[in-house]
């Protein structure tokens, strides 16, 4: 059994299942306690009738000195009124008389009609045999139905109707247990049948989810899933969709990234092996000439390996392996010092890694030497909300408005400056990178009087 929703619905109709039969326990052993607790009552009413009916037929019938015909024609009239067999007999158990029907009682059934009839003892030590209590309560509904208003009645037991008694013959059933399993079986099928769309629509998204991730794995980067809802599985759905945002945006970058450094390594490669070429059939002057195009062509080699390297652990770490206090006065007054820039502003600390922040720094002013001239100041300053502000001027041509922000894109140069600067237009992009990391952000500006301004924001902690 692989199928998720398949578990599910079983465990649910099995948790049911459960539920319905300890329900069903429970009631049936709840009505069968009531039935007892009846049954009990109405037992104990019908002996209270019972007591009442001697009381009444012993006013009723003439008294034990009378003959037995009198006594017997008295049994007789009341056995008629009541529509009751009954018998009398005396004190010492002889029979005085009996009326029609008990006689053909005990005619259709020899010496059976014992088991059938119950002895009501009279005060005077006569013996009253009527039939037993279902037959009892037939004739006290027949007897409040022929009674006369002068007739004899008990003075504080009225007659009344005896309830039904559950067990006796001629008694409802209460509480019917096919009944109740009847009921329950119903029910089952009525949750088993509204729990299936659910428990089908849960793992119908969690397949969709599945067929997303294994398109994803297989080569389709662009796929992503459903997130409809509110759900942990829509939350799952959304997770993935960010991940998969993140892997394919790292994938495309790191594809980008070959590209371009493939293409840029074929200048200096190209460069060079021409002037390895020229060498051995170069004169003197021309070989220092040469050896020092090879040195240059070897160091931008060594300098673009530096970089794309240091961009591809950019991208695959999401977060900063070292966090400590760094000095960005002390640091940026080292590194322009290595340019001849100027330096002014506030000792400020940020948390970060020295390292990569040297790096930005170091790039910014090469960046200002190479394209912006000798004129180039650095400054360092608090924001008014925390952190703070490390700006890099220089006094160079300036970055016109519509490549502000494509010039911190991978191997992205203005046009014209490769011929002129060289570079492999990574150096801003690195920046961008770890002012990212760090949680600040890199902007160019125009400068007041001619020139750009690089501003790296950083937050203080």
Known sequence: MRSLYVRIYLTVLAVLALFAGISGWVVQRHLEGQREEQRQVMQSAVRERAEAWAELLQRALPPPEASREAQTEAL????????LPMALDDAEGRRIGASDSFLRREAENPGGVGARVQPLRLDDGRTLWVPRLAGLAGGLRAAAAARGPGEARPPDRPLAWLPPVPGLPGAPTVGGGWGLVAF??????????GAWPVVRRLTRRL????????A???GALHQRVAE???DEVAAVGASFNRAASRIEALLRSHQSLLANASHELRSPLARLKMAVAMLEDAAPPQRTALRKEIETNIAELDALVEEVLLASRLDASAVLEVREPVGLLGLAAEEAARVGAQVQGEDLSVR?????????????????????????????RALAGGGAELRVCDRGPGVPEAYRERIFEA??????????????????SLVRQIAERHGGR????????????????????
């Open 184 to 193: 329950l079986v119903v029910l089952f099928l009525a949750v088993g049948a």
């Open 442 to 461: 890199v902007r160019c500006e125009a400068r007041e009087g001619g020139g750009s301004c690089f501003v790296l924001t950083l937050p203080a902690g």
């Open 76 to 83: 007789r009239e009341w056995s008629q009124r009541l529509r």
């Open 352 to 380: 970060g890694d020295e390292r990569l922040l040297r790096r930005a720094l170091r790039n910014l002013l090469e960046n200002a030497r190479r394209y912006g001239g000798g004129d180039i100041e650095a400054s360092v």
């Open 207 to 214: 397949e969709a989810l599945k067929q997303g991730v294994e």
């Open 411 to 428: 191997f992205f140069r203005l046009p014209g400056h490769a011929e002129r600067e060289g570079g492999v237009g990574l150096g801003l």
């Open 228 to 230: 409809d809802g509110r």
């Open 216 to 218: 994803f794995g297989a």
